[in-house]
């Protein structure tokens, strides 16, 4: 997947179409927009997707994302820095609760809270998940960020994103199959022994998840796969059915979604206190070698290129 990068002024950044830059600005390469906050010695970064696409394997892995929260936060707690923010949004001529402030700058804006965010939108705005991300870059950290994402359109190649429809607004929600849901997302703890048993014996007669609809597609929306364990209780009679099918859905998991769901379900989803009930051990331990096996394949997906602001 061909990356294409270019500096863009805040000025420039100010007169975008945000209705409409999908069709105006994007091509089939990943663009990186490069926008210098001198006054912070930083830079905006705006990623956008290939027009007709939406970010799959290209993305913000937990690495990154920690690496970025972190070498942001000296710059945030500075007294002086909303101050500096605001005249920065207002030279441009735009509102601070404008597009540009709260989309376009969302890297930098984005940690204020509500300071930048519009109270209320006539219409969604289509940079949304999965098509669009604003990052804010310290300019130490320029170069390595750059090689990052070019590392991973490298790796990924085409899995870097997905085609998508551009009317598709992932961001707020999708008419997705009820039945995928019931197989994928719905709590098993929840379920009647009926309705466990009734999935059980879908996902026993080989169920196909792309007969149903396409999970990838399905994951686009945001839905996570569901392995909660809140309230389950130790000598449960429910918990075979529970091992089984959330083998199931950490399968599907692996078979479908992106890489980045994949490390939602380890990073986060398994390391909840709630796993730690010794009636789970095994299961978590299996579930983590399965996960961590995946990931493993792509060393890239752990590199903090935000580690260079430290030094």
């Known amino acids: 997947m061909s990356i294409a990068e270019k500096e863009v002024t805040r000025w420039e950044l100010s007169s975008v179409d945000v209705a409409n830059v999908y069709r105006a600005d994007r091509n089939d390469s990943i663009q990186l927009w490069w926008t210098p906050v001198e006054e912070l010695q930083m830079f905006v970064l705006n990623v956008l997707s290939p027009i007709e696409h939406v970010f799959w394997n290209t993305a913000e892995y937990r690495a990154f994302r920690d690496g970025a929260h972190a070498c942001m936060q000296p710059l945030v707690r500075k007294e002086s820095t909303p101050g500096i923010v605001d005249n920065l949004i207002r030279d441009t001529g735009a509102g601070l609760k404008s597009e540009l402030a709260s989309e376009l700058l ?110 990838e597609h399905f994951a686009f929306t945001g839905n996570a796969i ?40 380890l990073k986060y989803d398994l390391a909840n206190k709630n796993w730690g009930l010794l009636c789970l051990a095994d299961l978590r331990d299996e579930l983590r070698g399965r996960l961590n096996a995946v990931l493993a394949r792509y060393p890239v997906i752990e590199t903090n290129p935000f580690e260079q602001a430290a030094l």
């Open 106 to 215: 969302g890297g930098l804006t984005g940690f204020f809270g509500d300071r930048y965010h519009p109270k209320h939108r006539e219409q969604p705005s289509f940079l949304s998940a999965g098509r669009h991300t604003s990052i804010g870059v310290p300019a130490s950290c320029r170069l390595l960020v750059s090689r990052y994402f070019h590392e991973l359109g490298r790796v990924f190649g085409e899995s870097s994103s997905r085609p998508c429809s551009e009317e598709t607004s992932l961001y707020y929600g999708s008419d997705s199959d009820s039945t995928l849901a019931g197989l994928l997302c719905d709590n098993i703890l929840l379920m009647s022994e009926e309705q466990r048993h009734a999935l059980l014996a879908r996902i026993r007669s080989g169920v196909d998840v792309l007969a149903i609809e396409n999970p």
């Open 226 to 265: 569901g392995i909660s364990t809140a309230g389950i209780e130790v000598n449960s009679a429910a918990l075979d059915d529970f091992s089984e099918i959330v083998r199931f859905r950490v399968d599907t998991a692996i078979r479908h979604y992106s890489l980045l769901g994949v490390e939602k379900l």
